[in-house]
């Protein structure tokens, strides 16, 4: 069984996810070098806005979609994506009042547009971004390797290509040709849930004992979830530039942005391919978490002896402060997201969000007291890291002990 599932699934999740990566390296080296930073701060700021909004609209929805065997995948995988496409209509406010918000500072370069043709292009990608990850969790479902690694690598790599050839080929440098340059490649990626939407089979009501072995939550309560992990990102970020300037909060959140992707791809090429296979299979997480774990490391290595070797910029020497609490940090995630499937499969999930919901109210706590008692920027930093440490390692054992528990059981 494990060998099929590296082959079915890890693997090819794994290889797309890579590809996806060397992609966005390859976005960000074009947005730096052909595009003028006005239109990479309008780029940014709708980008950001549709992600939050595609977000808060999926609701969680992809994990839903891969917890729950009970529901043939087609029609799940339709009944989600009309779900969020009423959760995103229903959000749209929000996403108009950001995007105003944005426009009214000339200095934010939002000034070439108007926040009605602004929102439009936001509310063009965030539907296709929502479709795309949706996608993603179909192809596991469906078990096809090579729709698993395509669906993955194709629109970041797409959109990459895009940029560089509307800026190099037709000269059309603007803001425009960025947002559709995203725009076409998550469309691309929404291909692969066409199957879902031109499926037209009755959904089989499933039985109550296969309904408990899913994920229960209600949707508001995976609403809830969604808006506290969004808002507590957004919080970190302008916190932390508010209290301690934005060098300070630009060395955290690049750490951040980097190692993070340690523990996504975990959770992406491990623990949601084991997800969507059926519960009866259970491979052993040790390895995954270990490879993950050992991934942050290396790369806090690598950072901190580039750093000593000054191979970067004197002005990321801030970043020597930030590294080895943030590794420690997303060690921790690296290892939760190993087991982060075992909620799911063993009936836990209600419990699962409700330790999250919790550790994120910690987690704001922490980032917004410490300041006002007197704390030092890195007794602060490190006390945030060591909590988050020390609270992600704990829910990990919670959620190992899972495997050897009958389902259900709240021991």
Same mark, same amino acid.
């Given at each position: 069984?494990?060998?099929?599932?590296?082959?079915?699934?890890?693997?090819?999740?794994?290889?797309?996810?890579?590809?996806?990566?060397?992609?966005?390296?390859?976005?960000?080296?074009?947005?730096l070098?052909?595009?003028?930073?006005? /239109?990479?701060?309008?780029?940014?700021?709708?980008? *950001?806005?549709?992600?939050?909004?595609? $977000?808060?609209?999926?609701?969680?929805s992809?994990?839903?979609? =891969?917890?729950?065997?009970?529901?043939?995948?087609?029609?799940?995988?339709?009944? @989600?994506?009309?779900?969020?496409?009423?959760?995103?209509l229903?959000? $749209?406010?929000?996403?108009a009042?950001?995007?105003?918000?944005?426009?009214?500072?000339?200095?934010?370069g =939002?000034?070439?547009?108007?926040?009605?043709?602004?929102?439009?292009?936001?509310?063009?990608i965030?539907?296709a971004?929502?479709?795309?990850?949706?996608?993603?969790s179909?192809?596991?479902?469906l078990?096809?390797?090579?729709?698993?690694?395509?669906v993955?690598?194709?629109?970041?790599?797409?959109?990459?290509v895009?940029?560089?050839?509307?800026?190099?080929?037709?000269?059309?440098?603007?803001?425009?040709?960025?947002?559709?340059?995203?725009?076409?490649?998550?469309?691309?990626?929404?291909?692969?849930?066409?199957?879902?939407?031109?499926?037209?089979?009755?959904?089989?009501?499933?039985?109550? @004992?296969?309904?408990?072995? !899913?994920?229960?939550?209600?949707?508001?309560?995976?609403?809830?979830?969604?808006?506290?992990?969004?808002?507590?990102?957004?919080? =970190?970020?302008?916190?932390?530039?508010?209290?301690? !300037?934005?060098?300070q909060?630009?060395?955290?959140?690049?750490?951040l942005?980097?190692?993070?992707?340690?523990? @996504?791809?975990?959770?992406?090429?491990?623990? *949601?391919?084991?997800?969507?296979?059926?519960?009866?299979?259970?491979?052993?997480?040790?390895?995954?978490?270990?490879?993950?774990?050992?991934?942050?490391?290396? =790369?806090?290595?690598?950072?901190?002896?580039?750093?000593?070797?000054?191979?970067?910029?004197?002005?990321?020497?801030v970043?020597?402060?930030y590294?080895?609490?943030?590794?420690?940090?997303?060690?921790?995630?690296?290892?939760?997201?190993?087991?982060s499937h075992?909620?799911?499969?063993?009936?836990?999930?209600?419990?699962?969000? *409700?330790?999250?919901l919790?550790?994120?109210?910690a987690?704001g706590?922490?980032?917004?007291?410490?300041?006002?008692?007197?704390?030092?920027?890195?007794?602060?930093?490190?006390?945030?890291?060591?909590?988050?440490?020390?609270?992600?390692?704990?829910?990990?054992?919670?959620? /190992?002990?899972?495997?050897?528990?009958?389902? !259900?059981?709240?021991?």
């Amino acid at each position: 069984m494990s060998g099929d599932l590296l082959r079915r699934g890890t693997g090819p999740a794994a290889l797309g996810s890579l590809v996806s990566l060397a992609a966005q390296a390859a976005m960000a080296m074009f947005l730096l070098g052909l595009y003028e930073p006005q /239109a990479v701060g309008v780029f940014s700021v709708i980008a *950001q806005i549709a992600f939050g909004w595609a $977000t808060l609209a999926l609701a969680q929805s992809p994990i839903s979609l =891969l917890a729950n065997q009970h529901l043939p995948a087609l029609p799940a995988a339709r009944k @989600a994506w009309r779900k969020s496409l009423g959760r995103g209509l229903w959000l $749209t406010p929000a996403a108009a009042a950001a995007i105003w918000w944005s426009n009214q500072s000339a200095s934010a370069g =939002l000034a070439s547009g108007s926040w009605i043709h602004l929102l439009a292009w936001a509310a063009a990608i965030a539907c296709a971004q929502l479709s795309w990850l949706l996608a993603q969790s179909l192809t596991l479902r469906l078990q096809n390797p090579l729709s698993i690694a395509a669906v993955r690598m194709l629109p970041p790599l797409l959109a990459a290509v895009l940029a560089g050839a509307l800026a190099l080929w037709l000269d059309w440098r603007s803001s425009h040709a960025l947002t559709a340059a995203a725009c076409a490649g998550y469309a691309v990626g929404a291909l692969w849930l066409l199957p879902a939407l031109w499926d037209r089979r009755p959904a089989t009501p499933p039985s109550p @004992a296969a309904v408990a072995s !899913g994920d229960p939550r209600s949707e508001r309560l995976k609403f809830i979830h969604t808006l506290s992990d969004v808002a507590l990102a957004m919080a =970190l970020a302008a916190h932390w530039t508010a209290v301690y !300037g934005a060098a300070q909060a630009g060395g955290l959140l690049i750490l951040l942005r980097v190692m993070g992707f340690v523990p @996504a791809l975990v959770s992406t090429a491990w623990a *949601q391919v084991v997800l969507s296979r059926p519960p009866v299979q259970h491979p052993s997480s040790a390895l995954a978490a270990l490879a993950g774990a050992g991934t942050v490391v290396a =790369l806090g290595v690598v950072v901190g002896a580039a750093l000593d070797a000054g191979w970067l910029s004197s002005q990321w020497l801030v970043l020597k402060e930030y590294l080895w609490p943030v590794v420690l940090w997303q060690l921790a995630a690296s290892v939760m997201a190993a087991v982060s499937h075992l909620p799911f499969q063993r009936g836990m999930s209600v419990r699962y969000t *409700q330790q999250c919901l919790a550790m994120n109210a910690a987690q704001g706590l922490l980032l917004v007291l410490p300041p006002l008692l007197g704390w030092s920027l890195n007794g602060h930093l490190w006390g945030l890291a060591g909590f988050l440490c020390m609270a992600l390692l704990l829910q990990a054992l919670w959620a /190992a002990r899972l495997a050897h528990v009958s389902r !259900g059981d709240p021991t």
